[in-house]
DNA sequence: ATAACATATGAACAATTGTTCATATGTTAT
DNA sequence: ATAACATATGAACAATTGTTCATATGTTAT
């Protein structure tokens, strides 16, 4: 929509050195680790998916099969599977063999908080 | 590798109308609103990304302008500002203007208990 | 050994997502 | 009005991710 326009610099995004050089420099001081600021965010976007999630909150209740929770959420036990296995990379979830079966149950004492905090949030729209 | 196996039926992959009924009849009822955990999980896909995790993290300790973040994370203005719109429609950031700079702070009590308890969880390991 | 079945997994594909680039918008000083 | 600058944003692109499909693996009963 917008003509030519006769700009002649581009100049500007953040030209200056630092706006707040102090404020900057107190913040960084405070942040922590690179790498553990990775791995969080690495959790959390264990936790955004709604499968996942789904997978989960089932587990709070109680520990199933694969193919329990494939009929639960009305998915293929492929699928199921593939999440399990995100998971219990994330040291989120234990499993134990009984015969053919493989029963899944929740593995951390964190994730209920964390999905609390999570829901009062939302419920606050 | 697998020469040609002469199997003859596919069969299996929860063949079972159901396994566990009773249990996952019980877990179904215990199951939150669908909705609700759709939100749930973009909440948590927010937090699943290590450029927003950090805009969270140095919030945590002041609010800064979008030059300032730019800067302290070493990345582009446009990038910081497209995160900080995820951000801004979460709900977990808000934003006061003054002259042409724009300042954003953190717009949540529950963010920080949240990166506590997924800190928790990871350095466990 | 073989069949049946619960589960796991690699490859393929579509969908989603984060960054970059270019440029628009909004504010201030002149 | 215009220049300068802080920020926002659309389009494009590469990278990541979730599901499906086909099939492998592991266990049990025969």
Request: proline residues 2%; glycine residues 4%; aromatic residues 8%.
């Amino acid at each position: 929509m917008p003509e030519e326009k006769k700009k002649k610099k581009v100049s500007g995004v953040c030209s200056q050195p630092l706006i707040h050089e102090d404020i900057v420099e107190r913040v960084q001081k405070k942040m922590p680790d690179e790498n553990k600021l990775y791995d969080l965010a690495e959790l959390f976007k264990v936790f955004g998916d709604s499968t996942r999630i789904k997978i989960i909150w089932a587990l709070f209740e109680s520990e199933m099969c694969v193919c329990d929770i494939a009929y639960l959420l009305n998915m293929t036990q492929s699928a199921i599977s593939h999440q399990l296995r995100v998971l219990k990379a994330a040291r989120l979830v234990r499993y134990r063999r009984e015969g053919k079966t493989i029963y899944y149950s929740l593995d951390d004492s964190h994730v209920q908080q964390i999905f609390e905090m999570g829901m009062e949030h939302i419920l606050e729209g």
